[in-house]
């Protein structure tokens, strides 16, 4: 049977289920899961600390100021960015981005060539992605290359593969222990 009152106060109340007709209302339940709120555009606040033994997921964009990763024992912190699309297809990759100075770079794995790289966006603090105005590229062999020039104190090997330098003929053979062109 139904019963209506206009108000409850107790010391303690003790139910097995509370439905409630409020839609900001949750269930709690003793085990399995918890689920808040009943559409997308819900909010929910914590105020203090959350600790989880499992996995945390979401389905859409975590925002946060700071990410701190604290391992306890070895390897150490890990950020480990993996895509499950089947075939492929997706990159995975890290975005950096200033929405003051609307630009922004990414580095990360170009799924189609097999490498990692570092793009540039100049016009957008949030459009930066791989395989687009890549500034630095390395494949699986360990091949470096780059769409601008490539500064360093010095290079270290007989210089046998190296190619493409200013002001040196291609026909020129290059060995040696130390190159030095200004």
Do not use: C, M, W
């Not at 603090?125 to 687009?132: N, R």
């Not at 091949?143 to 026909?171: C, D, E, M, R, Y």
């Amino acid at each position: 049977s139904n019963v209506t009152f206009g108000g409850i106060t107790a010391t303690s109340l003790n139910v097995t289920h509370v439905t409630s007709s409020f839609i900001t209302s949750s269930t709690i339940q003793t085990e399995g899961s918890n689920i808040f709120g009943d559409a997308i555009s819900d909010t929910q606040v914590f105020n203090g600390h959350i600790t989880a033994s499992g996995h945390i997921s979401a389905s859409g964009t975590i925002l946060g100021d700071k990410l701190h990763l604290k391992a306890l024992d070895s390897p150490g912190p890990i950020i480990q960015l993996q895509t499950d699309r089947t075939g492929g297809g997706a990159d995975s990759f890290i975005r950096f981005g200033d929405s003051s100075e609307n630009y922004s770079y990414a580095l990360g794995i170009d799924d189609s060539s097999n490498t990692f790289r570092i793009a540039y966006n100049g016009s957008s603090f949030d459009g930066a992605v791989l395989g687009t105005n890549d500034r630095l590229v390395i494949d699986t062999a360990g091949n470096i290359s780059s769409s601008a020039t490539i500064k360093a104190n010095a290079f270290v090997g007989n210089g046998s593969g190296l190619t493409n330098i200013g002001g040196i003929p291609s026909s020129t053979t290059i060995s040696g222990l130390s190159l030095i062109h200004i």
